[in-house]
């Protein structure tokens, strides 16, 4: 079973930069779009951004300008680039991946989650 293993989170101060980075722990056999979504406590899970395979980005409207996401195909990694960082940006912060297994289905993997904290 191919785990998601995140790593990058912690505490910051206001205005302040993170960067998470997400590998798997195995191999997948088709990755389709890599992402990163998070949970603020008691609120639902939320999409933050997406990179497909061409490179086609998509980022939630509260992180434009702010956030950046890049991928390493080679490594199967993906990052998340945190800048200007805001009270409002604390959640949980999780990895994910949509793929496929060599007989063409799709996977939806995620990560246990890493947590963002950020507070003065």
């Known amino acids: 079973q191919v785990q998601l293993v995140e790593s ?19 191999s997948i056999f ?8 998070r949970q603020a406590p008691g609120k639902q899970r939320e999409l933050v951004a997406t ?7 998509n980022y939630a409207d509260s992180v ?6 890049s991928r390493d ?7 998340l680039q945190m800048n200007s960082l805001k009270p409002e940006d604390t959640a949980v912060y999780f990895c994910y ?11 939806n993997y995620w990560g246990r989650g890493t947590q963002v904290t950020v507070s003065s």
């Open 30 to 37: 088709s990755i389709y779009i890599m992402g990163w979504y």
């Open 64 to 69: 434009k300008g702010r956030f950046t996401i």
């Open 8 to 26: 990058g989170g912690g505490l910051v101060q206001p205005g302040g930069s993170l960067r998470l980075s997400c590998a798997p722990s195995g």
């Open 97 to 107: 991946i949509h793929g496929s297994v060599y007989n063409g289905s799709r996977v």
């Open 51 to 57: 990179i497909a395979n061409g490179g086609d980005t």
């Open 73 to 79: 195909n080679a490594k199967n990694t993906v990052h």
